[in-house]
């Protein structure tokens, strides 16, 4: 037998729990356990304003129709229903949403509508680059209780360099703008920061800027697709990722703020509570792009498993054994004994698949994470004395 064989043997022992471990988070999915809440992305325009350097998307150029829209929210509370979940998250994204924002507003609407009449709570965010935030949009925003999570890589050029318009200008003025008048508004915004080979070396200035504001953060991988691989200089050298991210948690060790440290510095690591898997795909997340195809993941939607109309997508999407497999940490070589595994789970599968071509491995960014996660844990330290001091 294999010391693969012999990993998978051990872990089958415990795939029982899979289910009572399904994790809610970040990608929005930073793992955690227990999950009560099904996830489902809504790809509502393909088009965007901006051409950032790691989208996955090809810009196609077209909208959701409002009948998909519709369709999507009563496949997603119909497979809430049937597998028991008391809570539904809908991730409102594009390409760049705001270019369909009325469609923002008529679904979450309807899923209000839906959700009450069924006995569900409902959650839902606009995932957005901000460049086109105004004071209207934003009043609809709070009036529906939607939150925001906004992209911001760095400040000039650690930004723009990454994330700039079509026609190559940078647009961090615009999402610094968007930023604050969200926050003038009261909307406060969480901000999203993709950290790159590019930008590795200038996370701690944007740090600063958002500690200063009190805003809530998270620092998400940059992650390799078929779009973006050409960009070299996107990936993920060990020793320049881990300089920046040092870097950036010596600013947060002076700023101390009360919020804790434990789910959103480190990608896909949730050192708050133990969890099997990194994310929710597979088990509790659904996908629906613009034409109503529904993925895995919102990074494999070019691999749909079903289409709308579909009485019970979730079913469909637990069913594949094509697409992203992901498997509980204990079935990942190397993870199974390392001392990480209960808060790291192995990371993002696709991470793993892209390196390897297998599913069963540890995470290519092992090395950050095992340098990166005793820090965290120090820095939580600090925080939870200074506050209790
Ligand atoms: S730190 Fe590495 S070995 Fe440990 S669980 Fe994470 S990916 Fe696996
Ligand atoms: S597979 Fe990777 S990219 Fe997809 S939801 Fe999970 S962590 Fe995110």
New binding site residues.
């Given amino acids: 037998m294999s010391r693969g064989d012999d990993y998978t043997r051990v872990a089958r022992l415990f795939s029982h729990t899979r289910r009572n471990f399904s994790n809610e988070g970040q ?1 929005a ?1 930073a793992g955690s356990s227990m999950s009560k809440t099904l996830s489902a992305w809504l790809h509502i325009t393909d088009k965007c304003n901006l051409r950032c350097d790691y989208c996955y998307l090809p810009h196609v150029h077209a909208n959701m129709p409002v009948e998909i829209g519709y369709a999507a929210i009563q496949a997603t509370v119909r497979s809430a229903l049937i597998h028991h979940y008391p809570q539904i998250k809908l991730k409102y994204a594009g390409g760049e949403p705001l270019l369909n924002f009325s469609l923002i507003t008529e679904l979450h609407c309807y899923a209000q509508y839906l959700t009450k009449q069924h006995g569900l709570t409902l959650e839902g965010v606009v995932l957005s680059n901000a460049t086109l935030l105004n004071s209207e949009m934003l009043a609809q925003l709070q009036a529906l209780d939607l939150r925001l999570m906004i992209s911001l890589d760095g400040l000039g050029i650690a930004h723009d360099q990454q994330r700039s318009y079509a026609n190559g200008c940078g647009s961090v003025d615009k999402v610094i703008h968007g930023i604050e008048l969200a926050m003038a508004h009261g909307l406060v915004p969480a901000i999203s920061i993709t950290v790159s080979g590019r930008n590795a070396a200038h996370l701690s200035e944007v740090v600063a800027w958002i500690l200063k504001r009190d805003l809530p953060f998270s620092f998400n991988f940059y ?1 390799e697709n078929d779009l973006s691989s050409s960009f070299d200089d996107l990936k993920l050298e060990e020793d320049k990722i881990i300089a920046g991210m040092l870097a950036a948690y010596k600013v947060i060790e002076e700023n101390l703020s009360k919020r804790s440290l434990l789910t959103s510095l480190v990608d ?1 690591v949730n050192l708050a509570e133990p969890h099997l898997y ?4 597979g088990s509790a ?1 659904l996908v629906f792009d613009h034409q109503g195809q529904i993925s ?5 939607m070019d691999k749909p498993v079903a289409v709308l109309p579909i009485k019970d997508p979730l079913a469909l999407i637990r069913a594949d054994q094509t697409g ?1 497999q ?1 498997l509980s940490v204990l079935e990942k070589e190397e993870c199974c004994f390392c001392e990480w595994k209960d808060w790291c789970a192995g ?5 793993a698949y892209r390196a390897t071509g297998r599913y069963n491995v540890h995470s290519p960014n092992c090395v950050i994470y095992k340098a990166l996660c005793p820090e965290v844990i120090r820095l939580e330290k600090l925080r939870t004395s200074q506050k209790l001091s």
């Fill in positions: 990608c999915c992650r896909r990194s994310c929710n795909t997340y895995k993941c919102q990074m494999q992203i992901n990371g993002c599968p696709l991470d």
